[in-house]
């Protein structure tokens, strides 16, 4: 009897069992797609967010659904983590989520720090000792986040600090890891878990090599040969650490000289050095014979200061940049100067390059490339394609096949107008996607100016009789210019399109990227470069240039009455289909400014919603697009829902600040969170209990 009722209940158990596993089966079935979609680096799990940008590819996408479109005005601020003991900086910082808590950076000593998920309690820091080079660092304030891998079952946090030191530390403890790296012979600095960055960045350098100058880890390259710094995290892509940089800001800079960003590529087990990319390339290098007049041998940045995205299957990595020395003139740099303003496709193992396109030939602009590439599969004419698409000042999305390089539609080189500086020789052409469209406007005319009543327009017509107008490459002008000018306004200017504070999102399982952009037209005027650089306190390099940026602001020209000079939207959110290369739809990205509403001149006038002046925060979920922005009132802060088929809003939550730059989402002990970087702060939201 007892044989027989011990086989009924392993019977029993054993159907429970394979019924439960029916039931696992059928819920992965259900889960699987967005999970294969999101974590397309074959690491970590769909609850964490590894990566600044979600994943490899940067999509800004989470495949977690427990807050939905039903429930998401229920959403409530759980907790909030302040950053001013650290000193409170600008929030472009996205936390990421991994191994049970939250690591982001902080303040202009760019503190690591690790938080608790549930109460936001911070439960390890790390700073780096104080030295000239973070001192004399422009971008300290600017850090974006960090980086996480696993090694060898260990969780590792690195950074790369504004002196251009990579950090690898314990992710429980925030140690420096143990036989890392190699020593710093500075006071306080840890001797190991850290990498100078810089020996091995100008090891074959020709202007360090010829200075006869002692490296001392303190200063760095001495200010007369240039400069480089960070922003953004490095990536880690199949056991490899590849490092981007930063230099000046380039309508800072006078004189001739820097070094290249080169990109640096590091063992994430060791630390040791393993391959360096030669930005402006060498003789014998693809590229080379775009920079005459040996320019390549004296002038420098086209560094990648946005983030990188990577393709861990295909061993490839992402590298955007930004333009050569000295924003607005490159007189003294002739030819097209690869590989600035381009894209770069690098192997991870070996750092040779795959392939590279080119957006702007010889930027005078400052036309850098501000947001991570962004990666998803897309199906076109009935093919299936590896797609990698970058997002642009210039209101352009180019789209590559990321295995080839190959444009997914055509590129067409078009004639653009050349410039009247003297010295300066532009790209008889630039490239002009034929797919997608522009996401935002590209021309400043008379129809583009405010008009909301005559008054208005006539005095924008009155304030643009001082301009030369034109569109996305009109040269910028000299200060003495015959036509007696003030300047050239150019659409979107440095402000406008694409920026640092709006990068896209996309569904990987539709193919559809949403971007956000500005409406929003700059100038700049050239002035001689002995003029400008009297302006300057530590200038870098030697040589000044013949001109240099003297007159102008990114923030465009200065409207009637303190109004926009353009048109509304002045932002918007555009879905684009990468299947087709067709807008979806587009909706003003929040409300109209208070400052619109409550103008006296406008008064009585029924003013359609404009959009915020400004960028904002982005995130895909499988059923919702949500976005930051100042709502209808024009003043208050909220969390929107935007249905990702049609732009229809869908609910809002107000939010203690305007969220910035970035949104991230995790699952922590079975619940599910959302975190907005506003200023000052990091905010919690989720579902009540």
């Not at 940089?245 to 040791?272: C, K």
């Not at 702007?360 to 991570?372: E, L, Q, R």
């Not at 006539?458 to 034109?470: F, M, N, P, Q, T």
């Amino acid at each position: 009897m007892s044989g027989n009722s011990t086989s009924s209940q392993q019977r029993c158990l054993a159907r429970l069992i394979f019924h439960y596993f029916l039931a696992l089966l059928a819920l992965f079935a259900v889960a699987a797609p967005a999970m294969a979609q999101h974590v397309n680096d074959r690491t970590g799990s769909p609850e964490e967010w590894r990566y600044i940008g979600g994943d490899a590819g940067h999509t800004r996408s989470t495949p977690l659904n427990q807050i939905d479109a039903a429930n998401f005005e229920d959403l409530e601020v759980e907790w909030s983590w302040s950053d001013t003991s650290f000193g409170t900086t600008p929030p472009r910082a996205t936390p990421v989520y991994a191994n049970g808590k939250l690591f982001t950076v902080a303040g202009a000593r760019r503190h690591v720090v690790a938080i608790d998920p549930a109460s936001g309690e911070t439960l390890w820091t790390f700073r780096e000792p104080n030295t000239f080079r973070w001192e004399y660092s422009m971008r300290a304030a600017w850090g974006k986040g960090v980086a996480y891998a696993e090694i060898d079952g260990r969780g590792v946090v690195f950074i790369i600090t504004p002196a251009f030191f990579l950090y690898a530390l314990d992710a429980n403890t925030g140690a420096p890891l143990e036989n890392w790296g190699s020593p710093v012979p500075l006071t306080d600095f840890p001797q190991t878990g850290v990498v100078d960055l810089l020996p091995d960045l100008i090891s074959d350098w020709g202007p360090w090599l010829d200075s006869g100058q002692t490296y001392d880890p303190d200063i760095g390259i001495p200010l007369e040969l240039g400069y480089i710094t960070n922003s953004s995290p490095p990536i880690v892509v199949n056991g490899t650490i590849i490092v981007g940089n930063s230099a000046e800001q380039g309508y800072n800079q006078t004189r001739q000289e820097n070094v290249p960003g080169d990109i640096l590529a590091y063992d994430a087990r060791t630390g040791e050095y393993k391959w360096k990319f030669h930005v402006i390339p060498r003789p014998g290098e693809v590229g080379h014979e775009t920079w005459e007049n040996d320019a390549w041998s004296y002038t420098g940045d086209v560094s990648s200061w946005a983030p990188l995205s990577a393709d861990p299957e295909r061993g490839i990595v992402y590298i955007p940049t930004n333009a050569a020395t000295i924003d607005f003139y490159g007189g003294f740099q002739p030819g097209d100067n690869l590989f600035s303003a381009s894209l770069i496709a690098l192997d991870v193992a070996t750092g040779e390059r795959r392939w590279h396109f080119q957006m702007v030939h010889h930027d005078v602009w400052n036309n850098d490339t501000p947001t991570a590439p962004l990666l998803m599969d897309v199906t076109v004419d009935g093919r299936r394609i590896p797609g990698v698409f970058q997002a642009t000042k210039q209101a352009f999305l180019y789209s590559f096949n990321r295995e080839t390089g190959e444009p997914i539609w055509p590129i067409v080189e078009r004639a653009v107008p050349q410039s009247e500086v003297p010295g300066e020789q532009l790209s008889p052409t630039q490239p002009f996607p034929t797919k997608p469209a522009p996401y935002d406007i590209q021309v400043l005319n008379e129809d583009g100016l405010i008009d909301f009543t005559p008054e208005l327009r006539a005095e924008a017509l009155e304030i643009v009789s001082d301009y030369r107008l034109g569109s996305i490459f009109n040269p910028p002008m000299h200060r003495d210019n015959p036509q007696g000018l003030i300047g050239s306004a150019w659409c979107p200017g440095e402000l406008g399109g694409t920026n640092i504070t709006g990068p896209p999102a996309a569904d990987p399982s539709t193919g559809i990227i949403y971007t956000i952009s500005r409406t929003n037209c700059g100038w700049r005027t050239i002035v001689p470069g002995e003029e400008r650089d009297l302006l300057l306190e530590r200038p870098t390099g030697t040589t000044i240039a013949d001109y240099a940026v003297g007159l102008g602001t990114p923030n465009g020209v200065r409207g009637p009455q303190g109004l926009p000079l353009e048109k509304p939207p002045y932002s918007r959110i555009t879905a684009i289909d990468l299947n087709t290369g067709d807008h979806l739809w587009w909706i003003p990205n929040g409300g109209t400014p208070r400052f619109v509403q409550q103008h006296p001149a406008l008064q009585g006038i029924d003013i359609p919603p404009t959009g915020n002046i400004n960028h904002s925060a982005l995130m895909v979920t499988p059923g919702m697009l949500l976005h930051t922005a100042i709502g209808d009132d024009g003043v208050t802060p909220y969390l929107f829902a935007i249905d990702k088929a049609t732009g229809e809003r869908l609910g809002s939550v107000e939010s203690p600040g305007l969220g910035m730059y970035g949104l991230m989402s995790y699952m922590h002990d079975g619940k599910q969170r959302i975190i907005l970087q506003t200023p000052g702060q990091l905010v919690a939201f989720s579902l009540p209990d």
